[in-house]
């Protein structure tokens, strides 16, 4: 199974940072790697696809790249409606394979 | 728009089954992969499987071998997975979500979940 490396676990970040999130796959994956946010109680939200496309109504701020088998999601000057749990999902071999998890807390 | 609606919360015995339903809705049921998705209270996500509704062909994680079973109605445009065998470690949030493509694959819309506690 490809394993998908998360960081950080969680972080606290002010409205007026960049905030960045990365997971990094065990081997190529070509870009089949999502990226989706979880609020509590709730189900995940698609945010990204095939890396750096933005999910249809999701505010322009998010953004997604790669550098090697590293895939980044940014947040830039996020909002407080922007807390809650981050995924990435790889979806380029069986199983897909989810990061653990980034919980993100706006101060 | 796109809905999959999912069946309510279940409190269920240990070594029972239970079996969990999601409805589609504003879309083509039998030309998107149905996906299930395991997530354990204050943990990640776990793929379950797929199925294919216009076939009835199916995937599962290895680990949930035996585990699940996914079936789907097309009549009523409903996919369903039963849980057997139930331990305190199926107790869990279950989500059905539909397979997204445009150059790869992603999960697009997602049910709002099923509780599943397993408890005597």
């Known amino acids: 199974d490809i394993q998908m490396t998360q960081s950080p676990a969680s972080l606290s970040a002010s409205l007026e940072e960049i905030v960045t999130i990365t997971c990094k796959a065990s081997?190529?994956?070509?870009?089949?790697l999502s990226w989706y946010q979880q609020k509590p109680g709730k189900s995940p939200q698609l945010l990204i696809y095939d890396a750096t496309s933005l999910a249809d109504g999701v505010p322009s701020r998010f953004s997604g790249s790669r550098s090697g088998t590293q895939y980044s999601l940014k947040i830039s000057r996020p909002q407080v409606d922007d807390s809650g749990i981050y995924y990435c999902l790889q979806s380029y071999s069986t199983p897909p394979t989810f990061g653990a998890g980034t919980k993100l807390e706006l101060k | 728009q796109v809905q999959l609606q999912q069946s309510g919360a279940e409190l269920v015995k240990p070594g029972s089954s239970v079996k969990i339903s999601c409805k589609a809705s504003?879309?083509?049921?039998?030309?998107?992969?149905m996906h299930w998705i395991k997530q354990q209270p204050g943990n990640g996500l776990e793929w379950i499987g797929w199925?294919?509704?216009?076939?009835?062909?199916?995937k599962y994680n290895q680990k949930f071998n035996g585990k699940a079973t996914l079936t789907a109605d097309k009549s009523s445009s409903t996919a369903y997975m039963q849980l057997s065998s139930l331990t305190s470690e199926d107790s869990a949030v279950y989500f059905c979500a539909r397979l997204g493509y445009n150059s790869g694959y992603y999960f697009d819309y997602w049910g709002q979940g099923v509780m599943v506690t397993v408890s005597s």
């Open positions: 504003g879309y083509t049921f039998t030309s998107y992969d």
């Open positions: 081997q190529g994956i070509d870009d089949y």
């Open positions: 199925i294919y509704p216009g076939n009835g062909n199916t």
